[in-house]
């Protein structure tokens, strides 16, 4: 089967971006998920031979992401600012992974955009902006994780010895979450295809999966049950739902990042929802809505993101942010839910 994403020519200028690169500093965007992630751990650790590479993270990675190889070595640049701008002045090439604009990295935004080493953004988000030295841009797949195994596939003209299972584990965890086990976004055969490939190289799979959505703490689990019984609104004439989650909620229930995390999913199990809006308060900074949409049979929400909340994505899946109350943001929602109302 035919995985690769690269034309000749693409694989060509790669190496030679490659070749010349000796400090290295990968980074992803803020709040990283398990794509985010585990696609800098594998690239760093690929590109770690005869390299000194480094990972950075904007903030804080969810507690079920933490057993990823590598992730212990790991730069938060909330924790230790001055080192990572010592870093991103070191480097001669920073890796752009899972991101399409540098605004996605929020407070390290500064950095990255300053720094003068050239830069190389690998991402499946539509319309890229940062101005790199090369851009692998393809929206059409799962994850950045699953283009990191096909671009080191293609690179290294299929030898598997070159990918460790440390890697495999990271890419496997970047593809599974991504695409909420396998279960959208992932109808290409190619897809498994990388996963057997993963497999052979010793992945537990179902460990794996215990280990990212087996981790809910009760506090967690006691707060995705109050929202979903409380908070969760169906809006009349429409297959659209949300729910807004706020600072009172999350100090009751003891948030944790990552507790949230996927619960914008769950309105889509009700039969023909076609849309699903989470609303949550940022912790630390007043007026901040951070907003998901997923949606499903035959609409796509990223559209309505781009439009009503400050942001974008991928069709089916795509954020935003709003700067406004709580109370507001609700009333921005029923907006958008009503200007798609003939599609929903």
């Known amino acids: 089967m035919n995985i690769n994403i690269l034309s000749d020519a693409e694989v060509c200028r ?12 990968v980074c992803c965007h803020k709040s990283p998920d398990g794509d985010a992630v585990g696609s800098s751990l594998a690239w760093a650790g690929y590109l770690s031979e005869g390299r ?24 938060r640049y909330d924790k230790k600012p001055e080192e990572v701008k010592a870093r991103f002045a070191e480097a001669d ?28 953004l690998i991402d499946h988000h539509l319309g890229p902006d940062i101005k790199a030295v090369q851009t692998i841009s393809r929206p059409k797949l799962s994850s950045t994780s699953e283009m990191v195994f096909s671009i080191i ?37 190619e897809i498994f295809y990388v996963v057997s490939k993963l497999m052979m190289l010793g992945v537990d799979k179902d460990r794996i999966y215990k280990k990212v959505y087996h981790a809910f ?8 049950a109050y929202v979903i019984y409380r908070k969760m609104q169906i809006v009349e004439g ?12 999350m100090k009751t229930f003891h948030f944790q990042k990552g507790d949230a995390e996927g619960l914008v999913n769950e309105p ?46 991928h069709e089916d899946a795509a954020g935003g942010k709003l700067f406004c109350s709580i109370e507001e943001a609700e009333k921005v929602t029923l907006k958008a839910i009503m200007a798609y109302k003939g599609q929903l």
């Open 93 to 120: 090439l920073v890796c752009c992974m899972d991101f399409n604009t540098s605004s996605r990295t929020d407070e390290l935004q500064p950095v990255l955009d300053e720094c003068q080493a050239p830069k190389l």
């Open 153 to 189: 596939w293609q690179l290294e003209e299929g030898r598997m010895e070159v990918f460790t299972k440390e890697m495999a584990r990271c890419i496997y965890c970047g593809m599974m979450t991504d695409t909420g086990a396998f279960t959208y976004n992932s109808n290409r055969p």
């Open 52 to 75: 000194d590479v480094c990972v950075v993270l904007p903030d804080a990675a969810p507690d079920f992401l933490h057993w990823m190889p590598g992730f212990d070595q790991v730069l």
């Open 268 to 313: 889509l199990r009700i039969k023909g929802m076609k849309l699903s809006i989470s609303l949550r308060e940022d912790t630390e900074r007043p007026n901040l809505i951070l907003v998901s949409l997923r949606s499903s049979c035959g609409f796509h929400c990223e559209k309505m993101a781009r439009e009503f909340f400050n942001g974008g994505g």
């Open 217 to 224: 703490s009760v506090n967690s689990l006691r707060m995705r």
């Open 238 to 249: 429409t297959r659209a739902a949300f729910f807004s989650i706020t600072r009172n909620d």
């Open 14 to 25: 790669l190496r030679k971006v490659l070749a010349s690169a000796r400090k290295v500093v």
